[in-house]
Antibody, heavy 118, light 111 residues
Framework: VQLVQSGAEVKKPGESLRISCEGS????????IGWVRQMPGKGLEWMGI????????RYSPSFQGQVTISADESLSTAYLQWSSLKASDSAMYYC????????????WGQGNLVTVSS | QSVLTQPPSVSGAPGQRVTISCTGS?????????VHWYQQLPETAPKLLIF???NRPSGVPDRFSGSKSGTSASLAITGLQAEDEADYFC???????????FGGGTKLTVL
């Protein structure tokens, strides 16, 4: 099982961005993919999840309306996107796999470092 | 401010035992949701250390153990080794948020 995330990104405030998480070694549509933010020197924050099998998507209230989570089952890839980045979006973003909504994440991606600076 | 409360730091000498607490509420740990623990080594992604309160994934040494009671959980590490120096996070599910909640993380220093 592997989750491989797209590379580091450097963007300006107001720009849009989509980062990706490609799953392999398992049936992609049978597991939830969650996104977790880690700001520099801080803890882990749950952003939301998607079930690629039926695109059921749920967001943390803290991130609802701020980001969009999607998935393309034909590419075994989940996405996290922003329409207008802010400097406060600078963080490491991890994707992680779990079997049920209450289950732990048993596999994690390597992380996407997003830097937003003018 | 994290939904689950952990001490910011703990420390111990090699060979010693340390514990890390994780305190929640009636909408998460107290609602009978399992607690899971992750280890995050510097500059790496978190790794699942304990799942379902007290179970170890394959490959995790039995020096690591977990327990849960009421609205709290604990991670114990015995026979501390230098390689255990990392950040540790607890995680559960919360009914109010309908999603995961994490502790703020505990930095373990091996003296």
């Amino acid at each position: 099982v592997q989750l491989v995330q797209s590379g580091a990104e450097v963007k300006k405030p107001g720009e849009s961005l989509r980062i990706s998480c490609e799953g392999s070694g398992y049936i992609f549509t049978n597991y939830w993919i969650g996104w977790v933010r880690q700001m520099p020197g801080k803890g882990l924050e749950w952003m939301g999840i998607i079930y690629p099998g039926d695109s059921d998507t749920r967001y943390s209230p803290s991130f609802q309306g701020q980001v969009t989570i999607s998935a393309d089952e034909s590419l075994s890839t989940a996405y996290l996107q922003w329409s207008s980045l802010k400097a406060s979006d600078s963080a490491m973003y991890y994707c992680a796999r779990h079997a049920k909504t209450t289950d732990p994440a048993d596999y994690w991606g390597q992380g996407n470092l997003v830097t937003v600076s003018s | 401010q994290s939904v689950l409360t952990q001490p910011p730091s703990v420390s111990g000498a090699p060979g010693q035992r340390v514990t890390i607490s994780c305190t929640g509420s009636s909408s998460n740990i107290g609602a009978e949701y399992d607690v899971h623990w992750y280890q995050q080594l510097p500059e790496t992604a978190p790794k699942l250390l304990i799942f379902g309160n007290s179970n170890r994934p394959s490959g995790v040494p039995d020096r690591f153990s977990g327990s849960k009671s009421g609205t709290s959980a604990s991670l114990a590490i015995t026979g501390l080794q230098a390689e255990d120096e990392a950040d540790y996070f607890c995680q559960s599910y919360d009914d109010s948020l309908s999603g995961w909640v994490f502790g703020g993380g505990t930095k373990l220093t091996v003296l």
